[in-house]
């Protein structure tokens, strides 16, 4: 929230942020038993007594046997570079139904934010005379677009079809190709799946219309799919884009590059303050895997949030007290995240004006609101994008924040506005009504 | 090490690596107290009890008042833009006696490391005709010439003097911008200080030297800053770039553009596991600032780093036992560096063909070694740098791992190792009988 912004509202008001996609920000507490385990790792004292379940302890053990002295306190080079790798290699072969995955391909990272600038300063070409560009989908996250920046590269962006439940669109695509060309040189592809703001899942059909896509015009595919444990509809899981595409089989399969992303911050744990997780490298030529694995500067990731990473990729196993846990959490997390994506549908859809696709994974929705020509103009003579003004008037009269659309980009002329679905329900219930009454009267004010 | 040359060791010996500048590594136990406050910190059901220090529990509430909702597990951006910054500027104007420090010139980061590259690619112009230089002193950590290659710029590299126990030389930084500017353009200097892996730490008069060098040649400085809390002399204590500078007035002091890194793993607490440091800009222009305030990508430092950074931060109050406990710990830590580096000077002195300069700071000596005329030949031969060859040699024959200066780069012509301080001394007076009996032998052989 602004400065000004803050200033505007009246004092009695205690700001409601729901824009977050950090669960824990949001009031989600963490899952005990992962931060006994990390506790115990810190502080190796605690396993002599009684104050850590045994299974905690047991983990840490395991945990401290990986590290160079025991101790979490050094970089643990080979933790990062050999342990955790193999590890996530057998999870992903399992959670891609038994597609290989080579850990060579996967480098542990900082977190997604970390690391997006140096992918794509691989596949900038400085001395080209044509600037190198990413394609980024709008509405998305806006991490895209300024990393692409940082790394000296053009965001081009192109739009998801809204109509379809903001499904990737190839035509839209192919025409945001054909427009660049002329001033700058596209090499990547970034798809964002599970959606953020959009909360769309994509389905085979979509992923495999992309895959053919990027092989035609020569793209990487970069695939965000950092929210992929947050899919929450049975009919609608989750697929990687490595399993489509090995799925697809030859030649495709073995031709496409693809690098996929994974964030123990968007993860089941959702402990974004330990900054962990990973991507993988499909079909990506040496020269580009190389820099990774030799490059001093980049994968030195937070020993702790490896081994909650680590914690992460251990096979399911029903015996084990802490996977028992963690698939306890992974169930409610996931029955709350429907909840609300159903009461966000339910509330929205009675209050004319207010669209909303049905979400189907992520942590936000997206509904669309229709801003009436009067309030366009008072936004226009006050210099702001008219979603911004909305929200501006929202805050300052409920207290309620969310996040302009034009924060995430939008369709030309329509207005949205970006929601978390990880507050409690009682919350989000409150919020949704508080939001359309204030959006009724809003309407009236201005029409 | 590669894995040829461990298959070529005898199997009973077992590899004892002394190149390392890894505290914890290194086998340096961790301080408990700053242990107990992350522990609590991250299960705070352990401050309800009797397990930890009360100092510890109440440190950690404080912690854990900084967060939001208490808990470490989310982003926490505020306390990384804003809470950690103010403190860091309080322990700036303390360390430099007094020179001011604006919490708005600093960032806190995820390490030396991970930040390197950003600061470079935002003076790398490239649209321009000539690539932008970046001058890296030789010998020096490799790291600053891969975070100028990752950021689109060259690395020129200028030698340290040798015969003046590795100072900065103005005249062969002039004589490296000279023959640079024909291809490139150079913007940066970096200086470490105290150096890696020589061991100097600068004088005031060598720095202001170089602070007039940069300001005449018109070069953004680049203070590596990182093994300031390790310089264990007391007639040539650590002085920042910063307070130099301020110290020359006007108009030097108000115009000469300079980032100075600090190091959490490098620090007192040595924690390189928890990743975290910070930067500070001075002079430096808002587009410069800027960038590291919106980019979504580059601040989000591990929360449990931030907060032993933050206790690093703490003003000196004996009163405080973690306060206490640190002093004394980093009483310990210099004492140990100070005896080790007079353990090498000794030692090596006795060993004709080996040549220490007198170590001052870091955690590394750096001392040069005479390979005999046929040494050299052999290792041509076996095409490989004659210092990696007997590094190899000093392998096989003792398991002991040192680093061969071409690690760091060395005046040519000259073979130096890189030889860590950090291991307890017992060890390392073994390591250094080892060695220098091992040189005499390879003398004979190759005389």
Request: glycine share 8%; net charge negative.
């Given at each position: 929230m602004a400065e000004a912004e803050r200033k505007s509202m009246p004092p009695s008001v205690v700001p409601e942020d729901v824009?977050?996609?950090?669960a824990h920000a949001m009031g989600h507490n963490p899952l005990p038993i992962l931060r006994q385990v990390v506790a115990a790792c810190v502080y190796?004292?605690?396993?002599?007594?009684?104050?850590?379940p045994e299974a905690a302890q047991n983990r840490a053990r395991r945990a401290l046997r990986d590290m160079e002295e025991g101790n979490?306190?050094?970089?643990n080079h080979q933790h990062r570079s050999l342990v955790v790798p193999a590890r996530v290699a057998r999870f992903l072969k399992r959670r891609d139904g038994g597609v290989p995955s080579d850990p060579r391909n996967i480098v542990i990272c900082n977190g997604t934010a970390s690391i997006l600038p140096f992918v794509y300063s691989l596949v900038v070409d400085e001395t080209a005379a044509l600037p190198t560009a990413v394609l980024v989908p709008v509405p998305g996250p806006r991490l895209h677009g300024a990393a692409a920046g940082l790394a000296g590269a053009v965001a081009v962006p192109y739009s998801l079809a809204e109509e379809r439940g903001w499904d990737v669109d190839g035509d839209a695509v192919r025409r945001a190709l054909q427009q660049a060309r002329a001033r700058c040189h596209p090499k990547v592809l970034c798809v964002v799946n599970p959606g953020d703001p959009t909360g769309h899942v994509l389905s085979r059909q979509s992923m495999e219309a992309i895959i053919r896509l990027v092989a035609e015009e020569n793209l990487l595919l970069l695939a965000?799919?950092?929210?992929?444990?947050?899919?929450?509809?049975l009919d609608r899981p989750f697929l990687s884009f490595k399993r489509v595409l090995w799925e697809m089989g030859a030649p495709l399969a073995s031709t496409v590059q693809l690098v996929s992303f994974y964030s123990l911050s968007k993860?089941?744990?959702?402990?974004?303050?330990?900054r962990s997780g990973f991507l993988e490298l499909v079909n990506v030529e040496e020269g580009v895997v190389l820099p990774f694995h030799v490059a001093q500067s980049i994968p030195r990731p937070c020993v702790l949030g490896r081994i909650l990473l680590d914690i992460l990729m251990?096979?399911?196993?029903?015996?084990?007290p802490i996977q028992k846990a963690l698939e306890e959490h992974r169930g409610a997390l996931l029955h709350s995240l429907a909840h609300n994506a159903r009461l966000v549908q339910e509330v929205l859809a009675r209050a004319p004006g207010i669209c909303c696709h049905p979400v189907q994974g992520g942590a936000r929705a997206f509904p669309r609101i229709q801003l009436p020509p009067r309030a366009l103009r008072h936004a226009q003579e006050l210099g702001l994008e008219p979603d911004v003004f909305f929200c501006r008037e929202l805050l300052e009269a409920t207290g309620i924040v969310v996040a302009p659309g034009s924060e995430f980009g939008q369709p030309e002329g329509t207005h949205h506005v970006g929601l978390s679905l990880l507050p409690p329900p009682e919350k989000l219930t409150q919020i949704l009504h508080t939001l359309t009454r204030f959006y009724a009267a809003f309407l009236l004010r201005f029409s």
């Amino acid at each position: 929230m602004a400065e000004a912004e803050r200033k505007s509202m009246p004092p009695s008001v205690v700001p409601e942020d729901v824009t977050s996609d950090d669960a824990h920000a949001m009031g989600h507490n963490p899952l005990p038993i992962l931060r006994q385990v990390v506790a115990a790792c810190v502080y190796p004292e605690l396993l002599d007594g009684l104050v850590l379940p045994e299974a905690a302890q047991n983990r840490a053990r395991r945990a401290l046997r990986d590290m160079e002295e025991g101790n979490v306190g050094g970089y643990n080079h080979q933790h990062r570079s050999l342990v955790v790798p193999a590890r996530v290699a057998r999870f992903l072969k399992r959670r891609d139904g038994g597609v290989p995955s080579d850990p060579r391909n996967i480098v542990i990272c900082n977190g997604t934010a970390s690391i997006l600038p140096f992918v794509y300063s691989l596949v900038v070409d400085e001395t080209a005379a044509l600037p190198t560009a990413v394609l980024v989908p709008v509405p998305g996250p806006r991490l895209h677009g300024a990393a692409a920046g940082l790394a000296g590269a053009v965001a081009v962006p192109y739009s998801l079809a809204e109509e379809r439940g903001w499904d990737v669109d190839g035509d839209a695509v192919r025409r945001a190709l054909q427009q660049a060309r002329a001033r700058c040189h596209p090499k990547v592809l970034c798809v964002v799946n599970p959606g953020d703001p959009t909360g769309h899942v994509l389905s085979r059909q979509s992923m495999e219309a992309i895959i053919r896509l990027v092989a035609e015009e020569n793209l990487l595919l970069l695939a965000d799919e950092v929210q992929q444990e947050r899919a929450f509809l049975l009919d609608r899981p989750f697929l990687s884009f490595k399993r489509v595409l090995w799925e697809m089989g030859a030649p495709l399969a073995s031709t496409v590059q693809l690098v996929s992303f994974y964030s123990l911050s968007k993860s089941v744990a959702g402990e974004s303050g330990f900054r962990s997780g990973f991507l993988e490298l499909v079909n990506v030529e040496e020269g580009v895997v190389l820099p990774f694995h030799v490059a001093q500067s980049i994968p030195r990731p937070c020993v702790l949030g490896r081994i909650l990473l680590d914690i992460l990729m251990d096979p399911p196993d029903e015996g084990d007290p802490i996977q028992k846990a963690l698939e306890e959490h992974r169930g409610a997390l996931l029955h709350s995240l429907a909840h609300n994506a159903r009461l966000v549908q339910e509330v929205l859809a009675r209050a004319p004006g207010i669209c909303c696709h049905p979400v189907q994974g992520g942590a936000r929705a997206f509904p669309r609101i229709q801003l009436p020509p009067r309030a366009l103009r008072h936004a226009q003579e006050l210099g702001l994008e008219p979603d911004v003004f909305f929200c501006r008037e929202l805050l300052e009269a409920t207290g309620i924040v969310v996040a302009p659309g034009s924060e995430f980009g939008q369709p030309e002329g329509t207005h949205h506005v970006g929601l978390s679905l990880l507050p409690p329900p009682e919350k989000l219930t409150q919020i949704l009504h508080t939001l359309t009454r204030f959006y009724a009267a809003f309407l009236l004010r201005f029409s």
